[in-house]
């Protein structure tokens, strides 16, 4: 890495020290150029370490874009030094608009976590029932946004979850699988829930024109849930135009 690579990862508040320890362990073990099979126990070892804080410090420097992940091999992940950056311009007019499909499953399961309410399954069946878009750019997943059936109320759904990769924030993704979602879905009710202390899920539902309908109240205020909702509209813009086109 370069000299300006590693001032910027100094600098970088979100790091921990697991996070650069695990860094210094992979210097001289990968490159920018292929995919390096990294054994997790060994690295515990050599670091004397937790496996499991040596997953999360991958996942972090992955996440951070510091590092990239590869396939499998094995019991082993592959990595290499992330290279890649923000292209020049808006990355919105760019990036591909499609359904997703079962082999994106993998890539959508990298772009986050998931939440004991919305599993890797969960995911899988909204993929199978078309109920997931996602954004693609020069082959990599760069936002998605999946639903699901809400079964207490007819004609309902529920924003199960809404990513788009940190480079490529506020350059309108958001909005545009929003789009994708209610051209499909109009005239259903969507409902959202967002933490109160999350400011920016706030004002992303809002620009995006959910209204606020009801709070679930947590143990603490910043566990208080606010709960939104909307009608499905399709833009007039997009109402007969076909998803493939759209996405250009």
């Given amino acids: 890495m370069t000299r300006l690579d590693l001032l910027s990862i100094a600098a970088d508040r979100e790091l921990r020290l697991e996070a650069h320890r695990v860094l210094r362990c992979l210097e001289d073990r990968l490159s920018f150029d292929s995919y390096t099979a990294i054994d997790t126990r ?3 070892e050599i670091l004397e370490m937790r496996p499991q804080a040596v997953s999360r410090a991958l996942r972090i420097l992955s996440e951070r874009h510091i ?17 890649d950056v923000v292209k020049p311009g808006n990355p919105a007019a760019n990036a591909e608009l499609r359904s997703a499909v079962e082999t994106d499953l993998d890539g959508l399961a990298r772009g986050g976590s998931f939440t ?5 399954d969960d995911l899988r069946r909204d993929i199978a029932g078309g109920r997931c878009w996602v954004l693609q750019d020069e082959g990599a997943i ?5 639903i699901r059936k809400d079964p207490s109320i ?3 759904y529920l924003l199960a979850r809404l990513m ?9 993704l958001g909005s545009r699988l929003v789009a994708a979602m209610e051209q499909s879905l109009e005239g259903n009710r969507i409902h959202a829930y967002c933490a109160i202390s999350d400011s920016e899920c706030l004002k992303f ?13 947590g143990r603490h205020e910043a566990d208080t849930r606010l709960f939104f909702g909307k009608i ?3 833009a007039p813009s997009l109402a007969d135009t076909p998803l493939s086109e759209v996405a250009n």
Avoid: H, N, P, W
């Fill in 42 to 44: 060994a690295i515990a």
């Fill in 67 to 83: 590092i990239a992940r590869g396939v499998s091999k094995g019991r082993s992940s592959t990595f290499r030094f992330a290279t």
């Fill in 116 to 120: 004991a309410s919305y599993g890797r």
């Fill in 142 to 146: 760069i936002g998605q946004l999946s």
């Fill in 154 to 156: 007819e004609m309902s």
């Fill in 164 to 172: 788009v990769d940190r480079r490529y924030r506020r350059c309108g």
């Fill in 205 to 217: 539902l809002v620009y995006a024109g959910f209204a606020l309908s009801g709070y679930v109240k």
């Fill in 232 to 234: 499905a509209q399709a």
